[in-house]
């Protein structure tokens, strides 16, 4: 079985400051890990992805992850953040095979000016 | 850019009616699914659906749910009698493939609120 755990389910960061969402994984097997974003009124559109390559991963809007196995995490990140970066944010896990995905509780991202 | 259009986007019952959520997924996609998410809780699979069959369900999608491709467009989620604790965001998702999560849209949602 698998399961995510997301710390902190609100973010409050001013703008131009770091980005850190934090994911905890569990998988019986080697996971595939994924971020999603969710903007207002919009449905959820993939971040990035770890599917066993390379441990840091890139994903759009500057946004990136480090898949870290002894940690079982796969925390989020962005150097500076910007208005348009408040959005609810979630980390899912898979195994190898398949698109069923389970996801952690979210994480809503405010930015202050 | 091709999207997963769902409606409507909020659905109010009274406890013990059907309903039925209604999916557009994106048109040469193959591989169709819902997933739920209760307020203030995580997102949670559904059901999978390909070849005109269910092909995974959970836990969760019990004989009160059905999932139906009723032509060649629509993705239909019916609960037959709904109970308060069905209240949720749902959303649907498509994908012309199995595992291939770049490909895999979701829609933005429909909101139920059981009475």
């Known amino acids: 079985a698998q399961s995510v755990t997301q710390l902190g389910s609100h973010v409050s960061v001013s703008e131009g400051a770091l980005v850190l969402l934090r994911c905890n994984y569990s998988?019986?097997?080697?996971?595939?890990l994924f971020w999603y974003v969710q903007y207002p009124n919009q449905g959820l559109q993939l971040l990035l992805k770890?599917?066993?390559?390379?441990?840091l991963v890139k994903g759009i809007n500057g946004f990136e992850a480090e898949f870290k196995k002894s940690e079982t995490s796969f925390h989020l990140t962005k150097p500076s953040a910007h208005m348009s970066d408040a959005a609810e944010y979630f980390c899912a896990v898979t195994k190898a095979a398949g698109n069923k995905l389970t996801f952690g509780g979210g994480t809503r991202v405010l930015v202050k000016p | 850019e091709p999207e997963v259009t769902q409606t409507p986007s909020h659905q109010v019952t009274q406890m013990g009616q059907e309903v039925i959520l209604r999916c557009v997924p994106i048109?040469?996609?193959?591989?169709f699914y819902w997933y739920r998410q209760i307020l203030g809780q995580k997102v949670e699979f559904l059901v999978s659906f390909y070849n005109n069959e269910i092909s995974e369900k959970s836990e969760i999608f019990d004989d009160q749910f059905s999932v139906e491709r009723p032509d060649g467009s629509n993705f239909t989620l019916k609960i037959r009698s709904t109970k308060l604790e069905d209240s949720a965001m749902y959303f649907c998702a498509s994908s012309p493939e199995d595992s291939a999560y770049e490909k895999l849209f979701f829609g933005s949602g429909t909101q139920l609120s059981v009475l």
């Open positions: 048109s040469n996609h193959l591989y």
């Open positions: 770890y599917t066993s390559a390379a441990t």
């Open positions: 998988s019986s097997v080697p996971p595939y």
